[in-house]
């Protein structure tokens, strides 16, 4: 019998058994891969609170808090570089959305999304192309190493006592007099506490618990290319057109950005979609136009959850006791895996969080007879 059981062991559900170890709970993780195996291991690693839907920005900023801090917490700096990120504007109409854009985040009480001039974007992306115009950026943003983030999470988790297994796929669950029982492919485990952590299969887990959501898997592409020496420190997007660009210390550059290929999460596959992989390598050139000559070495592409409205589902279930989610990033929940994690905990431990957390509930897509609105 344990305090918690886990189901998923991606950032978040690495993150919340770390947070729930620390404040003394016992806790098993239960992972039908290796932790890490999807998206968690595989995504862009972009830190950003660049961009945020306005209901994500209070607990993205409190992750960056922790991000820049992260070897305290799980004693490795994961790759972590405060690079910044920038958002370029590539004509008059694109610097016009980025102002107003800037001006609402302010509204909301925050000021880490600033205007930047044609100077101030040159300054940081010198090789740009001529026709940006200017920028948004968001200076404390950065990027980390997704596997080795995730790696870490999990190492101090179970170092702290957590129980992990894996390749043990989660088959049921049972409310059996005040506590759960987790039907598993190797047998039966107790806890008083549910945490849905399932990426992209957590609508399946919140179905157990009678929760029903319409999430898409879907499958975000990248690409990276051979080193070329350094040009770029920041991690840049651009304000009209999807892509995120970023060159690590062995200089090869990162891309990704939005382009979709096709995921499988039956078979726990993706398909590729090279036309869309030749756009974001178009987009690049546009906008660095010293890339056009530079190998693409290798493609690929992870399996997230994303919800229709494009945010996450987080708090507890509706319909089951003692059940909490937190799933559904839909393709930006890496830079959040540290605040969600300890928000997760302190729901379970105290009964309540002090981030705001009511835009994420899991009955928002629900209609009034009750049948998920997709
Ligand atoms: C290509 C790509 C690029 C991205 N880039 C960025 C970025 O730059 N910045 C950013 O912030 N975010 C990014 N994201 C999004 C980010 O990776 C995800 O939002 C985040 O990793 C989700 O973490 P998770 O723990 O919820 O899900 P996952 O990492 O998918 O973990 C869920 C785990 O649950 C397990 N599981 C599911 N069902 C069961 C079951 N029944 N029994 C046992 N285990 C189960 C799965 O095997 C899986 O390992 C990107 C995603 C992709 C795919």
Redesign the pocket.
């Known amino acids: 019998m344990y305090d918690v059981i886990v ?9 919340a058994a770390l947070h729930l170890a620390m404040r003394g709970k016992s806790v098993l993780m ?19 609170r660049l961009g945020r839907h306005p209901a994500e920005i209070p607990l993205s900023v409190e992750s960056l808090e922790m991000w820049h801090r992260i070897e305290s917490l799980v004693d490795n700096d994961c790759g972590f570089h405060a690079s910044g990120q920038v958002k370029i504007a590539e004509n008059d109409a694109e610097m016009a959305a980025l102002e107003k854009r800037s001006a609402t985040v302010r509204s909301l009480g925050f000021d880490h999304e600033e205007v930047i001039d044609r100077d101030e974007l040159f300054r940081l992306c010198p090789s740009a192309a001529e026709h940006c115009v200017g920028g948004l950026v968001s200076r404390r943003d950065g ?1 980390a190493n ?1 596997y080795r983030t ?1 790696w870490s999470f999990r190492q101090k988790a179970v170092a702290l006592g957590v129980t992990l297994q894996e390749g ?4 049921g669950i049972d409310r059996v007099g005040d506590r759960w029982e987790v039907a ?1 492919s190797i047998g039966r485990f107790e806890a008083e506490t549910l945490v849905n ?6 609508d ?2 919140a179905a157990m618990m009678g929760d029903i959501v319409p999430l898409s898997p ?5 690409m990276v290319t051979a080193p070329v020496p350094h040009f770029l420190d920041p ?1 840049v997007g651009l304000a009209g057109r999807p892509l ?1 660009f970023k060159q690590g210390a062995n200089g090869t550059v990162v891309i ?1 950005g939005g382009h979709l290929g096709v995921a499988d999460r039956d078979a ?1 596959t993706t398909t590729l979609n090279f036309e869309k992989l030749k756009l974001s390598a178009r987009t690049v050139v546009d906008v660095f136009p010293h890339m056009r000559d530079v190998p693409i070495v290798r493609c ?6 994303v919800m229709p409205d494009q945010i ?1 589902v987080i708090g507890p279930s509706r319909n089951a006791p003692n059940a909490f989610h ?12 540290p605040i969600v994690g300890r928000l997760t905990s302190e729901l379970i431990v105290d009964g309540e969080t002090p981030m705001p957390i009511d835009a994420f509930r899991v009955d928002r897509f629900n209609t009034v007879d009750g049948a998920a609105d997709s």
């Open positions: 189901v998923g062991a991606g950032l978040h559900g690495c993150s239960i992972e039908k891969n290796a932790a890490g195996r999807h998206a968690s291991g595989v995504n862009a690693g972009g830190v950003r990027f997704p995730t043990v796929r989660v088959r598993t952590c399932a990426g992209a299969w957590g399946q887990l879907e499958a975000p592409m990248m991690v995120s990704g726990e690929w592409s992870g399996i997230e959850g996450p937190a799933f559904g990033f839909s393709a930006h929940g890496f830079q959040m895996g």
